[in-house]
């Protein structure tokens, strides 16, 4: 029987920075994880079972990486920081011993699936506040094999990745995660489980993959119809649809009619909207006639 993974303390965490010389960057959002019951919180949260290929996006000094490994049947660990990535397998040899890690020095906003060595099928990171959306979303779109997730964000992100309509924190993000998954908040992490300390308040949201793909159910209209109607409507969020649709269908007349032709209210915000709603306007633009008289 493999014996549990020796997690990674507040002492360790610095005692390995200092190895590396390393000082933390705000550029990098190098804030790392020294706590033990949050990242087994974090694995039991997600759901990790012994079959699960987990994707972990910056995985740092491996304060997560180790009871992931502990958890799943292996771990691609995602590291841009090429330092990092250097010394993480080590890190697993002494810690995690006989546990699976492939390690990839990259960029996750550029990951495309022939740059993993395993598919994974399952998503947890503590993600650089700076890129958490576009990092989500990107590989939501470059994986299709990936169902769920649990990613520790800024709490403002958290809020607005799983708000709904009509709540105060929804917009395009919101819809855009939307488009691809079931979103929800998993819960509040205090800042001084992190080294250095954030001056930023942390949360967890937790997504599971649906099952609509791009045509499938959508009447033709793809990803990249829904996403353009998406960041007009909150591009000018306090305006109505018919006016902040305006230029995305080439005038407020020939917005309004797209809009009634999709069955929705012209006088509606975008923040009234669920992502049912968008991509009825986007397949109504689709096949909308122009519309050139009036102002």
């Not at 709540?167 to 079931?182: H, M, N």
């Not at 509606?268 to 008289?293: M, N, Q």
Request: aromatic residues 4%; charged residues 20%; without cysteine.
């Amino acid at each position: 029987m493999t014996s549990p993974a020796r997690l990674l303390g507040a002492g360790d965490v610095r005692a390995l920075a200092a190895e590396l010389d390393l000082r933390p960057t705000k550029r990098l959002g190098q804030n790392f994880v020294h706590d033990a019951n949050t990242v087994r919180r974090i694995v039991r949260l997600a759901g990790i079972g012994a079959d699960d290929v987990v994707l972990e996006v910056g995985p740092g000094l491996g304060s997560l990486t180790l009871p992931l490994l502990e958890a799943a049947r292996a771990v691609v660990a995602v590291e841009i920081d090429p330092v990092l990535a250097d010394r993480l397998p080590a890190t697993a040899a002494e810690r995690a011993p006989g546990r699976d890690l492939r390690v990839v020095t990259a960029d996750a906003l550029r990951i495309a699936p022939g740059d993993l060595p395993l598919a994974p099928d399952v998503l947890v990171a503590n993600l650089p506040y700076n890129v958490a959306v576009p990092v989500v979303l990107n590989l939501l779109a470059a994986l299709p094999g990936l169902r769920r997730g649990l990613v520790m964000v800024q709490s403002e992100v958290a809020e607005r990745l799983a708000a709904r309509p009509g709540e105060r924190a929804y917009g395009a993000p919101s819809v855009k995660l939307a488009w691809y998954a079931d979103a929800r908040r998993a819960g509040p992490v205090p800042r001084a489980v992190f080294w250095p300390v954030p001056g930023v308040d942390s949360g967890l949201v937790g997504f599971t993959r649906h099952d609509r793909q791009d045509g499938a159910d959508t009447g033709g209209a793809d990803r990249e119809d829904v996403f353009a109607v998406v960041d007009a409507a909150f591009a000018q969020r306090r305006k109505s649809l018919r006016a902040a649709l305006a230029g995305w269908a080439g005038s407020a007349p020939a917005a309004e009619a797209v809009l009634r032709a999709a069955g929705v209210d012209p006088g509606a915000r975008g923040e009234a909207l669920d992502v049912a709603a968008f991509t009825a306007i986007a397949r109504a633009g689709r096949h909308a006639a122009p519309v050139t008289s009036g102002p």
